[in-house]
């Protein structure tokens, strides 16, 4: 094996061991805690969302027959947004030491924003061109020891009417994408904490439903 092959090699397999829905912890400032992110699903957008999932399948155009005036006969092409939903709890730092500390609500995490940015298996990673654009949201969402259920914008609508995710309408290809979710707050003593968590996003002009 040459030298280009096996660094084409190692890149491509970080690109699939960043296809994990789950994600990784950020242990990061003075805080005592820091946040587990347990599952990030996607949730396909229609007049009745689908189930959440850990692969999305991102439909950029959806033809709805009902209300009127829309009809089976007459659809009306509507664009929805697709959402995300994070399970999240904080762990204390010290929990695995002999004298583990127990949580108290200072130790209690607030969400304060969060950022999207997409990305491809195949490199091809221009944002407007091969991928949507990153992008950034607000969200207030305290997170405790308990399993914490955050949603927020995973694809936006603004999204869906930009290249390159607009052309599928047409062009009938399929745009395999994996989504990074970074989440950024701060424990209830003022110390930051962020955490990111990864989903594959698969973009088309699926069949309705």
């Known amino acids: 094996m040459t030298r280009t092959n096996l660094v084409q090699l190692l890149a491509v397999a970080g690109l699939v061991a960043a296809t994990v829905s789950c994600g990784s912890v950020a242990r990061e400032g003075r805080g005592g805690s820091f946040i587990v992110l347990d599952s990030l699903q996607g949730i396909r957008g229609a007049v009745t969302p689908g189930p959440a ?16 005036p829309c009809t089976q006969d007459s659809p009306c092409p ?28 200072l130790n ?13 298996a195949d490199g091809r990673n221009t944002p407007g061109v091969d991928v949507p654009h990153p992008f950034d949201g607000i969200i207030t969402q305290t997170v405790t020891p308990q399993q914490t259920l955050v949603g927020f914008d995973l694809v936006r609508h603004q999204a869906k009417e930009e290249a390159p995710l607009v052309q599928l309408l047409t062009n009938g290809r399929i745009i395999t994408g994996l989504a990074k979710v970074t989440f950024w707050g701060r424990d209830q003593a003022g110390n930051e904490v962020s955490a990111e968590g990864n989903i594959q996003i698969n973009f088309g002009n699926f069949g309705d439903f």
């Open 53 to 68: 999932s850990s692969v999305l399948l991102s439909d950029v155009l959806t033809n709805v027959t009902s209300p009127a």
């Open 108 to 120: 209690d995490i607030t969400l304060s924003r969060y950022r999207v940015e997409y990305s491809r």
């Open 78 to 105: 509507t664009i929805f947004n697709d959402r995300g939903s994070a399970v999240m709890h904080i762990v204390m730092k010290d929990s695995g030491s002999a004298t583990p500390t127990t949580p108290s609500s």
